[in-house]
């Protein structure tokens, strides 16, 4: 098995995607309100099955169709059903109710014969009757279920299933499997069109799904279930719509886990591949492939036409996607030099980063460590520079230039050679944040420094202010010398 998704970076609140987050949240709801009943109404036709005697009759008529129909009873899974129905039948002394019923709903061949063209039960024999009315009967019990009431059953091809089969779920595991999926690709595809786009777009790749897996089995009177046609189609859209972009992937074959970078466009071919690959040699499965294949082929359709408009794809979001991507590789294999003490070839990268990210804190950091050790460099005052103008109000940024400007005091023998706005800055930052000590010192040297600066009054103010409460007579201090001045 081949398992491929793509990593997408942080959730930003600034695109937020809210109807991702909506769709998990209805089919979340109707699996676990609307389906809560399904399993009675199941457990009903079972014991109906039993109680009415349609077990008897038709049980018994299975095994002699397995048997006596030519191409039927031996393959592999019709000689398996054979031998358990007959030595369950042997050792209870009853047809096995809840396991007939479920191979004779599961097989439409015998399903035909026997409801459609009447072949098996026949009206000249003289339960017919009665096993007509109890057939009825417990068609309508399966049919309170939301299931079979609103599941996409092909021999009736109902409109409306094509919509709603995609809200329903046939276990607790495949709502979590696909709402996961959903998440992954969600998000990715979501800021790509834009939620109002990406609504209408998730519903019809889930339509053609339901429709192309019609073609291959259009005679099934099981429901066809789940959101993952909706969702092939979103990875058919993110492979299209990132074409020739590396993107990063999580693969798992077998069991074996790992990523690869790779153009987009590359997994379309092996997601489509894999779904018809697995649809003609994996027998016994209860996967819908058919259904992937056809939202796969749905998703990039419509990615292919977006891709010939200039609006309505967000081209910016994807690129940027794609350099987040390559900061983390860079920054990885910067870290992995430090580690080796290959410093020169770990500062190239570094640097190499703050081209695109200039205001990267963990590049600056790292260079700061690389560079302190010669702190008389002329790299060494500009990394500090870059370090001490970063634009940031963040506590956890602060705290961090905080501690580095200890340090590089320490380096340089408190002879600070910053530029003076940076100096400035740094003071209302540090005393915002609750460092006055260090504002204070910095302040002190901007005031002893005999020229005009820019922006000392508000530097004065806010530490006055932050004193307050601290140290109500150094706050008069400054409050003071605002005055004087």
């Known amino acids: 098995m081949l398992l491929l998704i793509p990593l997408e970076k942080k959730l930003e609140l600034k695109r937020f995607p809210i109807i991702t987050f909506l769709l998990i949240l209805i089919n979340t709801l109707v699996f676990f309100i609307g389906q809560s009943g399904d399993n009675d109404a199941y457990d009903k036709a079972a014991k109906h099955y039993s109680d009415s005697g349609l077990a008897k009759i038709e049980i018994p008529a299975y095994i002699k169709y397995l048997e006596n129909t030519p191409g039927r009873g031996e393959s592999g899974d019709d000689k398996e059903r054979i031998s358990f129905l007959k030595d369950t039948q042997k050792f209870s002394k009853e047809p096995p109710a809840m396991m007939g019923l479920m191979m004779i709903s599961s097989d439409d061949l015998f399903l035909d014969e026997l409801l459609d063209k009447k072949s098996i039960i026949t009206s000249d024999m003289k339960e017919y009757q009665q096993w007509n009315e109890n057939r009825e009967e417990l068609q309508n019990i399966f049919n309170k279920s939301l299931i079979y009431s609103y599941g996409f059953i092909p021999k009736e091809k109902r409109p409306i299933t094509y919509l709603t089969t995609q809200f329903l779920h046939g276990g607790i595991m495949h709502l979590v499997g696909n709402m996961v999926f959903l998440l992954f690709?969600?998000?990715?595809?979501?800021?790509?069109?834009?939620?109002?786009?990406?609504?209408?777009?998730?519903?019809?790749?889930?339509?053609?799904?339901?429709?192309?897996?019609?073609?291959?089995?259009?005679?099934?009177?099981?429901?066809?279930?789940?959101?993952?046609?909706?969702?092939?189609?979103?990875?058919?859209?993110?492979?299209?719509?990132?074409?020739?972009?590396?993107?990063?992937?999580?693969?798992?074959?077998?069991?074996?886990?790992?990523?690869?970078?790779?153009?987009?466009?590359?997994?379309?071919?092996?997601?489509?591949?894999?779904?018809?690959?697995?649809?003609?040699?994996?027998?016994?499965?209860?996967?819908?492939?058919?259904?992937?294949?056809?939202?796969?082929?749905?998703?990039?359709?419509?990615?292919?036409?977006?891709?010939?408009?200039?609006?309505?794809?967000?081209?910016?979001?994807m690129d940027e996607n794609v350099k987040q991507d390559n900061l983390a590789e860079l920054m990885a294999e910067a870290n992995t030099l430090m580690g080796?003490?290959?410093?020169?070839?770990?500062?190239?990268?570094?640097?190499?980063?703050?081209?695109?990210?200039?205001?990267?804190?963990?590049?600056?950091?790292?260079?700061?460590?690389?560079?302190?050790?010669?702190?008389?460099?002329?790299?060494?005052?500009?990394?500090?520079?870059?370090?001490?103008?970063?634009?940031?109000?963040?506590?956890?940024?602060?705290?961090?230039?905080?501690?580095?400007?200890?340090?590089?005091?320490?380096?340089?023998?408190?002879?600070?050679?910053?530029d003076t706005p940076h100096m400035v800055d740094l003071s209302i930052r540090f005393s915002n944040h609750g460092f006055i000590e260090d504002a204070e010192m910095i302040l002190t040297a901007l005031i002893n420094c005999g020229h005009n600066v820019n922006n000392l009054d508000l530097a004065i103010k806010v530490i006055a202010r932050k004193l307050e409460d601290i140290d109500s007579s150094r706050s008069l201090y400054y409050k003071k010398m605002l005055t004087a001045e």
């Not at 003490?341 to 260079?367: C, G, S, T, V």
């Not at 370090?387 to 602060?398: E, H, Q, R, Y």
């Open 185 to 317: 690709l969600g998000i990715a595809v979501e800021n790509i069109f834009g939620s109002l786009r990406y609504l209408p777009f998730y519903l019809f790749s889930g339509a053609c799904a339901t429709a192309f897996y019609m073609l291959f089995d259009m005679t099934s009177r099981t429901p066809l279930v789940g959101a993952s046609g909706a969702i092939a189609g979103l990875m058919g859209m993110y492979a299209i719509s990132y074409g020739l972009r590396r993107i990063r992937f999580f693969y798992n074959i077998l069991f074996y886990f790992n990523y690869v970078k790779a153009p987009a466009l590359i997994m379309f071919p092996l997601w489509l591949g894999n779904e018809f690959l697995q649809y003609f040699f994996v027998e016994g499965s209860n996967v819908a492939y058919m259904a992937h294949a056809g939202g796969l082929l749905a998703g990039g359709a419509i990615a292919g036409f977006m891709s010939l408009f200039k609006k309505g794809v967000d081209r910016e979001y």
């Open 340 to 418: 080796q003490l290959e410093f020169d070839q770990a500062k190239k990268i570094y640097n190499q980063i703050l081209r695109d990210h200039p205001d990267n804190l963990d590049a600056l950091k790292k260079l700061f460590t690389i560079e302190k050790h010669k702190p008389d460099s002329l790299d060494f005052m500009s990394v500090c520079n870059k370090l001490f103008k970063l634009n940031s109000n963040a506590p956890g940024i602060v705290a961090d230039i905080n501690q580095i400007f200890k340090e590089y005091l320490k380096l340089t023998n408190h002879n600070a050679q910053l």
